[in-house]
Structures are given as C-alpha cells and as structure tokens.
C-alpha cells in the first residue's frame, strides 16, 4: 500500500506547517506528516519553510534572528488561505512531538539547512527523536545531502532520504552511498519504471508534491511507497480503489 505524507500538514487546506495543518492531515487519514524545520536565534528548533517568516506570517525577517518567543507571537495563517479564521502559530519541533505521542503517525522533519547549514542542527534534531524515542517513526530528509551522512553517523537507526528536484541517474545507487533507505524526488523527474528499480533494490520512493488526481491513481496503480501531498484527504479517497 502506498503510505500518504502530509506535506507541511494538510496544506491545502490549512496554514502550512502548523498545528491545524497536522491535525487535519491525521484526520484526513493520513499516515503521517511532512513538515520543515530550521533553528531561532535562541536554539529553538521551530517548523517553518522558508528562511524568512515574511510569506507565512504577519512578521518580516530571518528565522536564525528571532528567538522562538518572537516567532510564536506572529500570526502563522496571514497571507495564505485567508478563509481560514482561526489564528495559528508556529509551532516547535517539541510541540509536534508531544502530539504525535497521541497517535501513531509517521513523521518526514525536512532538515532545511541547504541554503544555511545550520552548524549543529542534525545533533539536536536526533537528541529530540531519541528523547521522544520516536526512532522508528521519523524520517529525515534534505536537500543537503552531507547533512543525511552525518544524521546516519549520528543515529543508524534513523531513516534518512535525499530531495531533489532535477533527474538523477540512478538514484537508488546515490541513495545508498549516503546511507539512505529511500528517495524523495521532485514527482516530474522520475518515471514509473525508475520508481520501480528503486523500489525492486530495496530503496523507497516518495515523491512530491502529489496533488492531481492522475498522479496519485498513477502512483497508487504502481504501490510506489508513499507520496507527498497537500491534500491527503482526496489520497485516502482515492485510495481506497487500489
Ligand atoms: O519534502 C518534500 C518537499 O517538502 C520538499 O520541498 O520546498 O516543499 O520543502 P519543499
Ligand atoms: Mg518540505
């Protein structure tokens, strides 16, 4: 069966990254969630996309700059989907944590450290996994790939899987010389019978973003291992045909 990954939540129809957005992806019928972490001012871990807070707050300026007091003052839902009233905040990479202690959902932390490396980040994000003792149940992925060698040196134990967005000639080869168990390609660059070589060597296959009905029936006919959609929702619908 092909697993369904919310990404950044249910984003299609809630802010990105944020609570409400989890939350409706598990009641959604997702089994588990995609969400992006990058590190404050003060060594918080917070979930955010992208560097700045300017596209998905009501706030301007870097992430690295602002303590997580001030990131969890703004208000998460501001400039995206303005029908959704209620306020968000950007929650912490502990916060979700202690959620998903009260379910069984998987959970893909998208390192964002391509651009900023985030000198430390993948000893605290493993530190928070192993206090949580969420091992089994986390998989880190990024589009640094360094950073998911030293995440497999760090802990063995967990799965690792390498983004991108351009074709790669046998991914499924470059994954393993990384240690990773799986890839996480951008959907448009790999075909269904590379999903399927990968898939055929033990590598796993999630690609993103999977949101048109045809790519995910697509996906589905081939029980590709998982896909990254905004709308997991219309995935579990659809799935029940496969
Ligand atoms: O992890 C899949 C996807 O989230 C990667 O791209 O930019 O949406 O974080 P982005
Ligand atoms: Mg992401």
Known sequence: ??????????AGTHPENTMEAFIAAEKAGADGIELDVQLTADGEIAVIHDL??????????????MTFSELSKLKA?????????????????????????????????ELKNAVNPYKG???MVIALVNEFSLEKRVLISSFNHKSLVLCKEIDPV?????????????????????GASGIHPKLKTISDQEI???????????????????????????????????????????????
């Open 77 to 109: 839902n501001y400039h995206s989907l303005h029908f959704f009233k209620k306020s968000c905040r950007i929650p912490s990479l502990r916060e979700v944590f202690l959620w998903l202690e009260g379910n069984n959902l998987l959970c893909n932390i």
């Open 196 to 242: 399927l070589a990968a898939m055929d060597c033990g590598v796993a296959v999630r690609p993103y973003t999977v949101n048109k009905e045809s790519d995910m029936k697509r996906l589905f006919a081939i029980s590709c291992s998982a896909i990254i959609t905004d709308f997991p929702g219309r995935a579990f619908r659809l799935r029940e045909q496969y």
């Open 121 to 123: 980040m993948e000893e």
């Open 1 to 10: 069966m092909t697993f369904i990954l919310a990404h950044r939540g249910s």
């Open 52 to 65: 700045t807070v300017d596209r998905t707050t009501n706030g301007s300026g870097y992430v690295n700059e």
């Open 158 to 178: 967990i799965e690792t899987a390498p983004l991108y967005n351009e074709a790669l000639y046998k991914p499924w080869d470059y994954a393993v010389s990384l």
